[in-house]
């Protein structure tokens, strides 16, 4: 069902007066998520009727605007992506760690987006598979799955990486399998501070290779010397990796990423009003307990719409990885040879995987089938139903 407030309604409503407001400083990327989000599943984007083949009812289905950002767009495409990840899943348990930057450096990652967000792929999945590699731990190679998510559940800016980890990995020869304590994976602390050298060694090297930009309040970053005093309170403190316990078994693996991969930064089930006041949606506050840590925030429009678009990656930047034994480069050969190590056989279906060749929703007057019977492009509207039937007018599945 859909929902009653949607993204797409407050970008309608109050996005041209926020284009006109922010003229000349809002990035092309930005401009095209707004107007992708705006046309979603409308005539703008064209679409087909369809029409039922037992009692004849009709419908338009217009289509999706597919942008990785839009809230309408995601619950496919996180389907398609567990279809595929299914077949990675090992028999064996699964741990769940994060990796968080410090506000000091989160406020240099929004200015510098690319680069900062790839380092902290890159120091983060190091850190893992070094520790792990190392015979005073885990001695094994191990896989990761990694999600960037760079929102906190008000849409503040609070870039993290997600991990979905297995809990073992191979022996440096190969021949083994190597599991993990039942409830333990790496120790969370050598992890932090590996995770923080790594890291800050390597943004400095950005910054003198000139690969790092700042501007209105950061634009005194620029000089080296202030740039390493502003990081000096950083390299005290504790960098946050968090360790949650295992996950029951596979299933709930699956279950688990289709919430976190395809995530965007606040979802059209968490709004609960939009009026002259603003917009009003529900966050957890983790600083609280129990049912007061569910709260509920209202912003104006405009604020709404900022700190929505803060969260818009750059073009082409991936914000899922794998790493280890589940790089794409030799997953399939990696993944059966543990599964030969550990005696289980390869998931059914593993290797046939198809899209169904139908996943349009039946007739809602009489369960029948629906076919297509017209498409229409871009900014044009279908023509009208034939003479005595009924109507519908809806989105795509």
């Given at each position: 069902m859909r929902p009653s407030i949607e993204v797409a309604d407050i970008f309608r409503a109050a996005?041209?007066?926020?284009?006109?407001?922010?003229?000349?400083?809002?990035?092309?990327?930005?401009?095209?998520?707004?107007?992708a989000i705006e046309?979603?599943?409308?005539?703008?984007?064209?679409?087909?009727?369809?029409?039922c083949t037992d009692c004849g009812h009709w419908r338009v289905a217009y289509n999706s605007c597919r942008n990785r950002h839009c809230p309408r767009c995601q619950g496919a495409a996180a389907r398609t992506w567990l279809a595929e990840r299914e077949a990675d899943l090992l028999p064996v348990g699964y741990f769940h760690v994060v990796f968080t930057l410090?506000?000091?450096?989160?406020?240099?990652?929004?200015?510098?987006?690319?680069?900062?967000?790839?380092?902290?792929?890159?120091?983060?999945?190091?850190?893992?598979?070094?520790?792990?590699?190392?015979?005073?731990?885990?001695?094994?190679?191990?896989?990761?799955?990694?999600?960037?998510?760079?929102?906190?559940?008000?849409?503040?800016?609070?870039?993290?990486?997600h991990m979905i980890v297995p809990g073992g990995g191979l022996s440096p020869d190969g021949s083994r399998w190597i599991s993990s304590r039942p409830a333990f994976l790496l120790p969370v602390r050598v992890l932090g501070k590996l995770f923080r050298r790594l890291f800050l060694t390597r943004l400095v090297a950005l910054h003198d290779a000139g690969r790092l930009a700042f501007y209105g309040s950061l634009a005194h970053l620029a000089d080296r010397r202030v740039f390493l005093r502003h990081l000096s309170p950083v390299r005290k403190k504790r960098w946050v990796v968090y360790a949650k316990p295992p996950f029951a078994g596979p299933q709930t693996v699956l279950a688990y990423l289709s919430r976190y991969t395809h995530r965007v930064a606040i979802s059209n089930s968490r709004l609960i009003r939009f009026d002259q006041t603003g917009v009003t949606f529900r966050y957890k506050d983790y600083r609280r307990d129990g049912p007061d840590r569910q709260q509920s925030m209202t912003l104006t429009a405009d604020q709404f719409i900022r700190r929505f678009l803060l969260h818009v990656l750059p073009k082409?930047?991936?914000?899922?990885?794998?790493?280890?034994?589940?790089?794409?480069?030799?997953?399939?050969?990696?993944?059966?040879?543990?599964?030969?190590?550990?005696?289980?056989?390869?998931?059914?279906?593993?290797?046939?995987?198809?899209?169904?060749?139908?996943?349009?929703?039946?007739?809602?007057?009489?369960?029948?089938?629906?076919?297509?019977?017209?498409?229409?492009?871009?900014?044009r509207q279908p023509r009208a139903p034939p003479h005595g039937t009924t109507s519908t007018e809806t989105i795509a599945p």
């Open positions: 996005g041209p007066g926020y284009r006109i407001v922010h003229a000349g400083h809002l990035s092309l990327d930005k401009l095209k998520v707004m107007s046309h979603c599943r409308t005539a703008v984007m064209g679409g087909h009727t369809e029409a410090p506000a000091e450096v989160a406020d240099i990652a929004l200015q510098n987006k690319a680069a900062v967000y790839g380092l902290l792929f890159q120091a983060a999945s190091e850190t893992m598979t070094t520790i792990a590699a190392d015979p005073k731990h885990l001695g094994a190679r191990i896989g990761i799955t990694a999600v960037l998510h760079t929102w906190g559940s008000a849409m503040t800016h609070h870039p993290h990486i082409g930047f991936h914000r899922i990885r794998h790493y280890g034994l589940l790089a794409s480069s030799n997953r399939k050969g990696q993944l059966d040879h543990v599964r030969q190590l550990l005696g289980v056989a390869p998931p059914a279906g593993a290797d046939t995987l198809v899209e169904p060749d139908d996943i349009r929703p039946p007739c809602p007057c009489c369960g029948g089938l629906m076919i297509v019977i017209e498409t229409f492009e871009r900014w």
